[in-house]
């Protein structure tokens, strides 16, 4: 079992148009809806993959409710999110048929009271003992403390479980001084956390600073990985057109599936990087085609060293 | 009792936003959400003015839900709404805070199949004789007949119970053959139902083809009566700044209030401009402020003339 958690959950829509015009009224010809956060759709992939996942962080109001009956229907997933008094946000992608373009509407979502994250605590450390890793994902919502995600990365960790931490700014400046297993920051947050805007210089200095490995995710041009054993990059074939959202969640997934089946890195590396090619190439946001992974994973390109002894 | 039928409900959501750009990342500053649909919106104001209100139409899914649970907030309104297999739609006005202009995006809403339409048409038909006066409001989901406001005035008028009908369209057509006791449309309809762009004409032309009267709306400069009794037009002080959104439902429901109390025409049409006013007034679309709508009573000026006996 693989426990996730999302403490800012989303209900992702999206809606298409012909074209978005500015103060004009338009007819939305097709609405989509499914459960989302990046821990969610991290448990999706897993799922897909065959893992069992457990899937916690918060749940509230109407869009709550409707979140997790979605989530009912997602076989492999279990439900253990916690309720909130405020509303689960909702985030609208608005995307034009004409050109494919996509506008974001994202809803603040709930403040989360200091007794609500108490009790969110408990429910987390109840769920350790029976999983084999954690993937700790998203921003946190409005309420919550900046040093949040430390908190749970000592919890795993005292309770002898990897911790995975895929988040930006303070959140993930603080959660890595935690020491967390594996950190997967994109070169944006890769850069702002180091000042350096060299990934392998950024992926080496997070590693001085506390994660045991620095996963970076270098867009179209995949995967960088700074591990105790060896320093690897992994590349995609070509460049992949699609709808990007979701890859780096399919690479979250990757990378988890890879550590629970104690694989070598450049082995974990290409699944993480064809998983995250596959859900580009998808016609339906955040999902990936399986064919199109398995033939992938024979064109991904791996570079790198092991460390000396 | 007054009974208020609103075929294509709808959840209407408003957002707030900077500014919206096509194609950028938007954080909503606020969210709010009301039951809506004309026939919904003329209800909430009947309400407001102490009337009790029932309504009924279609709801589905978990918007649907979602309606009934706020409607259920409502004080002086029943819910007599009918379960479809479907979705009720969301619309989401989305508002600039930098200059207030809006942008709408409407969900499509659901498909109502001809066995749910029979369970409504019965519905409707076991709640007539408990109402003073029916209003058959807004446009037909898909699924259902062209004519089926038509059908719905022919039986009120079985019953005995006086229709007002607010739609546009080839529903407003056949539904004015059916000899309705008022008709509401704007003068955009009205042109496209007579081909007369002159709304005096218009309106006594509608009449012609089967309305008892016709009340056009003109906007900014009030509403216009062809009644059997003679000829009015009552018009708003200056130009009230503010948001049109619904304005017109609020002059449905001050229609129906006057018909329910035998106003005499000019009273009538009085006090359904000084609601309508007092709604593009309110801060919140669709609400009226009670003092102003007081105060615009005062303000609104009644031209016209009685036929000679």
């Known amino acids: 079992m693989i426990l996730t958690v999302t403490l800012n959950t989303a209900l992702d829509i999206t809606y298409r148009v012909r074209e978005l ?25 897993l799922a897909a993959l065959g893992h069992e996942v457990t899937v916690t962080g ?12 979605q989530l009912a229907g997602t076989p492999g997933v279990l ?8 509303t689960t946000r909702r985030t609208i992608a608005v995307v034009d048929e004409l050109t494919g373009d996509t506008t974001q509407l994202n809803e603040p979502g709930p403040t989360v ?3 609500e994250w108490s009790t969110f605590q408990k429910t987390y450390e109840s769920l350790l003992p029976g999983v084999s890793a954690v993937a700790l994902c998203g921003s946190l919502p409005p309420g919550l403390p900046v040093g949040a995600y430390a908190g749970l990365i000592r919890t795993a960790r005292t309770a002898g479980v990897p911790v995975l931490l895929d988040t930006s700014g303070e959140p993930l400046r603080r959660g890595v001084a935690a020491r967390p297993d594996i950190v997967k920051p994109n070169t944006d947050e890769l850069a702002e956390l180091t000042g350096s805007h060299d990934p392998l210089r950024g992926a080496r200095d997070t590693r001085r600073r506390g994660a045991h490995t620095v996963v970076a995710s270098l867009g179209a041009k995949g995967l960088l990985a700074a591990t105790p054993e060896g320093t690897w ?10 709808n990007p959202t979701g890859a780096g969640d399919a690479a979250v997934a990757g990378l ?4 629970l089946e104690d694989l070598p890195w450049p ?21 990936f085609d399986h064919s199109a ?14 460390n000396a002894a």
Do not use: M
């Open 256 to 259: 988890l599936s890879g550590l």
């Open 293 to 306: 992974y398995e033939e992938l994973l024979g064109r991904v390109t791996v570079t790198g060293e092991t």
């Open 113 to 115: 009271t200091s007794a």
């Open 267 to 287: 082995t974990r590396l290409t699944q993480a990087v064809a998983l995250s090619a596959a859900t580009v190439l998808a016609p339906v946001a955040g999902e």
């Open 58 to 69: 918060f749940t509230g109001g109407a869009t709550g409710r409707e979140l997790q009956s």
């Open 21 to 45: 015009r500015p103060h004009g009224s338009h007819r939305v010809s097709e609405v989509t809806e499914r459960p989302g956060g990046k821990g969610v759709n991290v448990a999706r992939v």
């Open 233 to 242: 990059q992994a590349t995609p074939p070509t460049h992949i057109p699609g």
């Open 79 to 86: 439900d253990a999110l916690v309720p909130v008094a405020g």
